[in-house]
């Protein structure tokens, strides 16, 4: 069993940061990518970030010069470092773990919201 425990979520003001980690804890033989997907109100559930095994990352256009992910592979963590936040970041975000084997694992999700 692998769990998946998010944080770092909150109320920002426009232009402000966030950094969110994620924990993977349980039976983890092999990871292949861990990301963070989000989802807004009334949208479908888009890839944010996410960064293999071999530490090669990948963004989406919308947070590319924004957002850094990056990966503490002897803790199984993730990190997400959110930077200049906009209104359109509002969202759930939540944390993906992709094994080797093919197994997906999602964490609960943490609510991330960017108002004045």
């Known amino acids: 069993q692998v769990q998946l425990v998010e944080s770092g979520g909150g109320l920002v003001q426009p232009g402000g940061s966030l950094r969110l980690s994620c924990a993977a804890s349980?039976?983890?033989?092999?990871?292949?990518?861990m990301g963070w997907y989000r989802q807004a109100p009334g949208n479908e559930r888009e890839l944010v970030a996410r960064?293999?095994?071999?530490?090669?990352?990948n963004y989406a256009d919308s947070v590319k010069g924004r957002f850094t992910i990056s990966r503490d592979a002897a803790k199984n963590t993730v990190y997400l470092q959110m930077n200049s936040l906009k209104p359109e970041d509002t969202a759930v975000y939540y944390c993906n773990l992709l094994l080797s084997i093919g197994v997906v694992y999602w964490g609960q999700g943490t609510q991330v919201t960017v108002s004045s």
């Open positions: 349980g039976s983890i033989f092999s990871v292949y990518t």
């Open positions: 960064i293999r095994s071999g530490s090669s990352t």
